[in-house]
């Protein structure tokens, strides 16, 4: 059932505007062409509108056929009904997946030995001289 428009008439602009009355929205103008139709689309997408009973379909289980458990459930061709787990495993069970094999391991190649050097002090750093700026002529 849809809630009742709420329509506001405004004297000083001659105009009622008709908006929904569970959230306030304005939808446009009484009397104006496809307002019902705004009023209806707005309704099934209404954030204050009252939660709707789920649709129950004719046929389905409340429980999984194949595994017996409690979860949402999935129409599978066939008409049978599975919930996520079972129709996983059936999807996967009709691919023929090839055999995955792991790589034989690599032989271990040497590593080159790093030639050691001895550490010396470390090299002294000079401080540079600061560039020459000649002085301006006036």
Partial sequence: MRPPAAVVAIPSLGVALVGCSACRCVLGTAGAAGLDERLAAHTTQCPNRPPQPAPTRP?????????????????????????????????????????????????????????????????????????????APW
Avoid at 66 to 78: P, V
Avoid at 105 to 118: E, K, Y
């Fill in 59 to 135: 046929g389905r289980p409340e429980v999984c056929p194949r595994c017996g458990c409690e979860a949402e459930l999935s129409a599978c061709l066939g008409g049978a009904w599975r919930c996520g787990d079972c129709l996983a495993e059936a999807l996967l069970d009709d691919l023929d997946l090839p055999v995955v094999l792991t790589p034989a391991p690599l032989a271990r190649i040497p590593r080159r030995r790093r030639r050691r050097r001895p550490v010396g002090p470390a090299p002294a750093v000079t401080p540079r001289p600061a560039p020459h700026i000649p002085e």
